[in-house]
């Protein structure tokens, strides 16, 4: 199993410009979760899919940020316009649905991208 | 309102003693408990969770947590720290209403040689 793939690792971009992170989940998981983190927030979710549908979309923090999940092997988190305020780490995570067996309602992560916004 | 505390940012161990990071919760249904860890630079790592049964977990890398109902917590436990083991630990939890997790702030673990 490949686990989940985030694209790209590291994006530097200047303010203004349109960001596009994408996610490939695990195959079979019907969830898909975007997190961010920064060191003075933590870890936020900002919006979590299932079968390819959003469902809660409250953490995504203004209108410049859209997520889309076109089928259940991709993701895209986009933001734009950019500012510098968006710079952190953003991760993509998927799980089965929720369960008592061992491996269902876990959250695996991909390693995230790294954006900064100059 | 769920929550979940992670009372010490960060925790110093010497290599060979035991390590506990703490973490309690509040929820209003039954609880389903996680922990995480992450390395620098690398995305969060699955360590154990409670959903039911025993309220000793046993995890990846001889880590394991205790469901304290009474006390609202979930400690992560292990019985001799390795220098390895220095990372960052997330505790989570979700109820059975809602399954997004609520996570905790992390806690720094760093393991003394």
């Known amino acids: 199993d490949a686990g989940v793939i985030q694209s790209p690792r590291h994006e530097v971009t200047e303010m203004g410009q349109e960001v596009t992170l994408r996610c490939k989940p695990i195959?079979?998981?019907?969830?898909l979760f975007w997190y961010r983190q920064t060191m003075m927030r933590g870890l936020e979710l900002l919006i979590y899919?299932?079968?390819?549908?959003?469902?809660?979309d409250s953490g995504m923090p203004e209108d410049r940020f859209s997520a889309k999940m076109p089928n259940a092997s991709f993701s895209t988190l986009k933001i734009q316009p950019s500012e510098p305020r968006d710079s952190a780490v953003y991760f993509c995570?998927?799980?089965?649905?929720?369960?008592?067996?061992?491996?269902?309602?876990?959250?695996?992560f991909g390693p995230g991208t790294r954006l900064t916004v100059l | 309102a769920q929550s979940v505390a992670q009372p010490e940012d960060q925790v110093n161990v010497a290599e060979g003693n035991p390590l506990t990071v703490k973490c309690t919760y509040s929820?209003?249904?039954?609880?389903?408990l996680f922990w995480y860890v992450q390395y620098p630079n690398r995305g969060l790592q699955f360590l154990l969770k409670?959903?039911?049964?025993d309220n000793l977990v046993k995890g990846s890398y001889g880590f394991e947590a205790e469901f304290n109902k009474s006390q609202t917590s979930f400690h992560l436990k292990k019985p001799s720290a390795l220098v390895s083991d220095s990372a960052l630990y997330f505790c989570?939890?979700?109820?059975?209403?809602?399954?997004?997790?609520?996570w905790g702030a992390g806690t720094k673990l760093i393991i003394k040689p």
């Open positions: 989570a939890v979700r109820d059975d209403s809602n399954y997004q997790l609520i």
């Open positions: 995570a998927s799980s089965s649905r929720p369960g008592t067996g061992a491996k269902t309602d876990t959250q695996y």
């Open positions: 195959s079979g998981h019907d969830y």
């Open positions: 409670y959903i039911t049964g």
């Open positions: 899919f299932n079968n390819n549908v959003p469902i809660d």
């Open positions: 929820v209003s249904g039954n609880p389903y």
